[in-house]
């Protein structure tokens, strides 16, 4: 490939980046800085899918998977979303047990993977969840249940006065696989007081995601890009994230999401643009080198854009999802959900092979 040559790279001063990425030496902060520095985002996007097919092959992996949101009210009042709503607010709702099971019963097609996650409730008790999940399990007891993000466990083990921990083991218990990425946002304490203050800090997060993984189960990891953070900070949480995979090697995949500034009361001087986007996402796979999947959210980039992801890192293409509300909030323009043709089609139009998962990235 012409621009995975060496003179290319050198001109473009990065030389020594590619002869790490092709040694499979682990890159710096330094490195990751410059390859947002570099003036030809193909060139970053190239060593991006250098490394991915090292990794995957032409392999995209999907799922047949079902988002359930459970409530829109949370104590949180992150400045960012647009999803949330005060307790009481006009719009606000909090499923019930049985609405839940209707929305499984509703989709066309049986989940492998059910997403559950919502707002901080004030109110909801750690055995409505265990309730949820337990009901879930035994009308699909082989379904892979990836719910609630470390924020979530966060504000149940403060309303139960509970260890973290505790609150991890009882939902594992009553069928919790895995917990869903959400909530990271950015590390840096500065942004995040700014636009999360309410929040676990990111050090709260990284704990609950190792409690996870100490228990056993896997976890996906996040990143919100494109607000008021600087690529410095975008840099520092890859290598945060890195570091507690040393730790803990729990993470299955990481999911880079764009910020969606429509609906936001969150103002923006210069939103993302596509290829900012994509070196974020390039970037993301050479930094993050023991995270084995990286995932190109259709929902929240548009389904054209996580297509031209898939050659600049991405190897997922998430699933058929069903409904989603928090990204449609803020303001993604994409389906609700697509079906299992859906997502083969587009696979293949980017001359991949699709592969069909369960929540564990096991093929099915």
């Not at 054209?304 to 993604?332: M, P, R, S, Y």
Request: with cysteine; hydrophobic share 40%; aromatic share 8%.
């Amino acid at each position: 490939m012409q621009l995975l040559k060496g003179d290319f790279y050198d001109n473009m001063g990065i030389g020594d980046i590619r002869a790490k990425v092709l040694t499979g030496d682990r890159l710096t902060f330094e490195d990751g800085m410059r390859l947002f520095d570099c003036p030809e985002p193909l060139a970053v996007g190239a060593l991006a899918h250098l490394v991915r097919t090292r990794m995957h092959g032409d392999k995209t992996f999907y799922v047949i998977n079902q988002h359930i949101k459970y409530t829109n009210v949370c104590v949180n009042g992150c400045v960012f979303c647009a999803y949330q709503r005060e307790e009481g607010q006009k719009g606000g709702f909090t499923l019930s047990i049985d609405e839940a099971i209707a929305k499984i019963d509703s989709a066309a097609l049986t989940p492998r993977e059910i997403h559950i996650v919502g707002g901080c409730h004030p109110k909801l008790e750690l055995n409505y969840f265990e309730e949820l999940l337990s009901a879930i399990k035994t009308k699909l007891p082989d379904v892979v249940l990836k719910c609630f993000t470390a924020v979530e466990i966060a504000h149940f083990a403060e309303l139960e006065n509970l260890p973290t921990k505790v609150v991890l083991a009882r939902l594992n218990k009553a069928g919790l696989d895995m917990l869903p990425g959400g909530g990271a946002e950015i590390f840096a304490p500065k942004i995040r007081e700014q636009i999360c203050p309410r929040k676990s800090t990111a050090e709260e997060w990284l704990t609950i995601h190792e409690e996870a993984h100490g228990l056993g189960m896997k976890t996906n990891c996040t990143m919100l890009f494109g607000h008021i953070e600087s690529r410095k900070d975008r840099i520092d949480h890859l290598i945060r994230l890195r570091e507690s995979q040393d730790r803990s090697s729990g993470y299955t995949c990481f999911i880079p999401l764009p910020f969606l500034t429509e609906n936001s009361q969150l103002s923006i001087e210069k939103p993302l643009t596509g290829l900012v986007e994509l070196r974020t996402i390039a970037i993301s796979r050479l930094m993050l080198d023991n995270i084995p999947h990286i995932k190109a959210y259709w929902v929240m980039l548009g389904i054209k854009q996580a297509q031209a992801a898939l050659k600049f890192g991405a190897d997922d293409f998430d699933g058929t999802v069903v409904e989603e509300k928090i990204g449609h909030e803020a303001g993604a323009t994409s389906e609700q959900g697509l079906t299992r043709t859906d997502l083969q089609e587009m696979i293949r139009g980017c001359g991949c092979t699709p592969i069909e998962r369960d929540g564990f990235f096991n093929q099915v």
